[in-house]
């Protein structure tokens, strides 16, 4: 790994840190004001848009200017957020300001990967990506409740009329702590050509960027099983909660520690696929996403926390093993026919519009009363059937795509050729 790759790993985990426990300290917040419990789900929904309305622009600001810098100017966008909860602004509002701070965070964190690192390592270095994202959400969210624990609160020193104010201090400490980290990133030297100035051909610049990807073929199959799998993924984590109380009477906090042990199963096939897998053979793990989605109607058949825990740690484990070898070869893919902040705008765009849609065709499927055992075959089945068709076409492009590749090209088009210029 280059000498830049530490702090910058450093940096994203610490701001992850501090976006989890802000999600926490902000549902405390609503609590404290007697919001209406609908609020609570808005918060996720206003950080999730942000990626989807902002990506047109997100991405040629990360290749505007060192990427560093960009991550600094997000982080501190995210400390605003932070900021305005402290001094009484509307919660719902904040958390959506620091949503800003992250999908502007994303490309130039992604995007600076890829142009550190020579593409032999972005594999094993998606996979640190990884096991330090998994892990800032669980301790972030472990470290937001327990600042927001009524025992801690009695002991912490109040800054204000709210007890909350100090844990939200102390969250904006974590991102004050980023940005510091974000100072000892190196510059990566890649330049781009400027993005057209006017928001409308931003917009329409995006849209040529993203049917770019989709019609190249190595492409088209990263970003449809990563757009997948980030949707059912977000799906996944409501339905083991339900799962676990209704199949195995456990309580909301027995049952968020299953999700915990599938978080410890991403981190493991993370670490191993960053280790086993070339970025020449990522799309050998396709098999892995068929039989990830064969193994979720298995839930039914589980009765005891043991073999529910062990079935949910395989699952994220081929999850994490599948995921990080697609989200490498995707990256260095966008970044050799784009480049490295647009391709990843696409990406998240693609990614957490996938998200919204699962989330409401879940939400529909609920109020529709349809049973667990129907939606978890269902979401299973669906996962086996789109990786299925995705190898497939994957195959059967391959001629075809070998023989372009030898036809002169505007851009590089082997996965393996350098992604930038500097």
């Given at each position: 790994m280059t000498p830049g790759f530490l702090p910058l790993l450093?940096?994203?985990?610490?701001?992850?840190?501090?976006?989890?426990?802000?999600?926490?300290?902000?549902?405390?917040?609503?609590?404290?004001?007697?919001?209406?419990?609908?609020?609570?789900?808005?918060?996720?929904?206003?950080?999730?848009?942000?990626?989807?309305?902002?990506?047109?622009?997100?991405?040629?600001?990360?290749?505007?200017?060192?990427?560093?810098?960009?991550?600094?100017?997000?982080?501190?966008?995210?400390?605003?957020?932070?900021?305005?909860?402290?001094?009484?602004?509307?919660?719902?509002?904040?958390?959506?300001?620091?949503?800003?701070?992250?999908?502007?965070?994303?490309?130039?964190?992604?995007?600076?990967?890829?142009?550190?690192?020579?593409?032999?390592?972005?594999?094993r270095a998606n996979g640190w990506i990884e096991v330090s994202t998994v892990c800032a959400v669980i301790l972030g969210t472990v470290a937001g409740g327990l600042l927001v624990s009524p025992a801690l609160l009695q002991r912490l020193p109040a800054l204000g009329t709210s007890p909350l104010e100090t844990p939200m201090a102390l969250v904006l400490g974590l991102?004050?702590?980023?940005?510091l980290l974000n100072l000892r990133i190196p510059d990566s030297g890649c330049r781009y050509p400027p993005a057209p100035r006017s928001p409308a051909?931003?917009?329409?610049?995006?849209?040529?960027?993203?049917?770019?990807?989709?019609r190249d073929a190595l492409g088209r199959v990263t970003l449809s099983v990563t757009t997948l799998f980030w949707g059912v993924g977000a799906t996944l984590q409501f339905l083991v909660l339900r799962w676990a109380q209704e199949h195995l009477d456990l309580g909301l906090d027995q049952a968020a520690y299953l999700q915990g042990v599938t978080a410890l199963g991403v981190t493991l096939g993370a670490v191993l696929a960053g280790r086993l897998v070339p970025l020449s053979r990522a799309t050998a793990v396709l098999p892995l996403g068929l039989l990830m989605g064969l193994l979720m109607p298995l839930m039914t058949l589980v009765d005891g926390v043991p073999a529910a825990a062990l079935l949910l740690g395989a699952v994220g484990?081929?999850?994490?093993?599948?995921?990080?070898?697609?989200?490498?070869?995707?990256?260095?893919?966008?970044?050799?026919?784009?480049?490295?902040?647009?391709?990843?705008?696409?990406?998240?765009?693609?990614?957490?519009?996938?998200?919204?849609?699962?989330?409401?065709?879940?939400?529909?499927?609920?109020?529709?009363?349809?049973?667990?055992?129907?939606?978890?075959?269902?979401?299973?089945?669906?996962?086996a059937a789109v990786v299925s068709r995705v190898a497939w076409q994957h195959h059967h492009d391959r001629p075809g795509h070998a023989a372009r590749r030898r036809q002169p090209t505007t851009s590089p088009a082997h996965p393996l050729e350098p992604p930038c210029e500097s």
């Open positions: 450093l940096a994203q985990f610490v701001s992850g840190l501090a976006d989890s426990a802000l999600l926490i300290v902000t549902i405390a917040r609503l609590g404290e004001l007697a919001a209406p419990a609908w609020q609570v789900p808005l918060l996720k929904l206003g950080f999730t848009l942000a990626y989807v309305l902002l990506a047109p622009w997100v991405g040629p600001l990360a290749d505007a200017r060192p990427k560093a810098r960009v991550m600094l100017l997000a982080n501190g966008v995210k400390a605003a957020g932070c900021l305005m909860l402290i001094t009484g602004g509307d919660p719902l509002l904040a958390f959506a300001v620091a949503g800003l701070g992250a999908a502007a965070y994303s490309p130039a964190k992604y995007g600076l990967v890829t142009e550190l690192l020579p593409a032999g390592q972005l594999v991102y004050l702590l980023a940005g051909l931003q917009v329409g610049d995006f849209w040529r960027s993203h049917l770019t990807l989709w484990a081929l999850a994490g093993f599948f995921v990080v070898p697609m989200n490498a070869l995707l990256q260095h893919r966008g970044c050799t026919l784009l480049s490295a902040g647009r391709s990843i705008a696409v990406q998240n765009f693609n990614e957490n519009a996938s998200v919204l849609l699962m989330l409401g065709l879940y939400s529909a499927l609920v109020a529709a009363d349809l049973p667990l055992q129907a939606l978890l075959w269902g979401f299973g089945l669906s996962i």
